[in-house]
DNA sequence: ACCTACTCGTACATCGACGTCCACATTAGC
DNA sequence: GCTAATGTGGACGTCGATGTACGAGTAGGT
């Protein structure tokens, strides 16, 4: 029944969006007013497309988790574990640093559960890989594995505020990244 | 010339105090008036000792700092980095877990200049005590110093908000920091 | 016991962000 | 080129938080 959307007004959302994403990224509690700013649209505009804030933020944050989950869907979670941890550290690295804070904007706004939805997805993945490393010896499993997850986030989110205070550089994070993670996964190294 | 307040006064100053950094902890964006209510006090009452919530939060992270930096002057940092490392880590993670969102209020609210200093003294020691690991090879130096910091400071609050969502126990907790930051930390395994 | 310092509650002004309404301009699409 | 669909800026009402003002209690210190 809802007819297609005017060309100009696609292109309008699709604006808003995409301003929402980058100023939500830096600053998770970024005004209407801005956003609507950012993308070159009259806040009235916005609110044409979007009935709220939270409207707006479930869109977006909708868009994020598509993106993230595609984007770890083409990697390959087979061979070493320490390996395919790499490859997984370093798309997660991409994706923590583009949407950031958005995270900290969607806890505020969206239901519970809307972010359970939001977590559970690219968790498993990692929870499946660290699980079968802690199986071949590869990992230590002498900690629980939700904790080891919070861990791997902790590095990531670290590294992308490292990266916008101008500590390390963007090129040097993804590197940084996989090191730090898998060494504080390591199996536990016999000291000499 | 400003003459010793009265004892109920001093009480109440402390009570506002205390409130505010046990709220500002979990919440950095706890409103004057539940910090007044949580310290059973008007939040009129609130005003006639704090011009400001800034003022309020200027003296709340003065405290912290202060804190911070006696419990962390104790500390050995003599014999084998490792260890010593392992003790500020423990440290550190009640302070970070006491003080929590606090440096997130502080970071909103106060000018940068205190944010630094704020940052540079617990951040000193940490790096003094990292060079000297690094020299000595037990710690991995092919990664900034800062960056490692940082790491650690991921690790300490990744903790504190894992115990918050009640993943693992505030018991376990300094025992899993110690062993991931100092995994994080350690000079590369060769592999196999 | 008394004066003073402090507290309390309520009411009020301000501010910024949100969300809505309206009248008017513009643009897309046929 | 016409018409319906959109966009735009401004004005307005609401809401929650901040900060201030006042009058009346109440507890501390001597």
Known sequence: MTRPLRADARRNVEAIIGAATRLLATDPDASINDIAAAAGVGRVTLYGH????AALLDVVTERAIA???SALA???LEGDPRD???RVLEASWHLTHRFGALV???EHALPPD????AHVGPAARVIGLLERGRDSGAFRSDQPVTWQVSTIQAILHAASA???RGEITAD????????????ALAASTPRR
């Open 67 to 69: 993106q993230t989950e």
């Open 50 to 53: 979007f009935e709220n804030r």
């Open 114 to 117: 809307a972010l359970r939805r």
């Open 104 to 106: 900290v904007a969607a």
């Open 172 to 183: 040097e994070a993804p590197t940084l990244v996989r090191d730090t993670a898998l060494g």
């Open 74 to 76: 083409e990697i390959d």
């Open 84 to 86: 395919a941890l790499g």
């Open 162 to 164: 490292a990266v916008h």
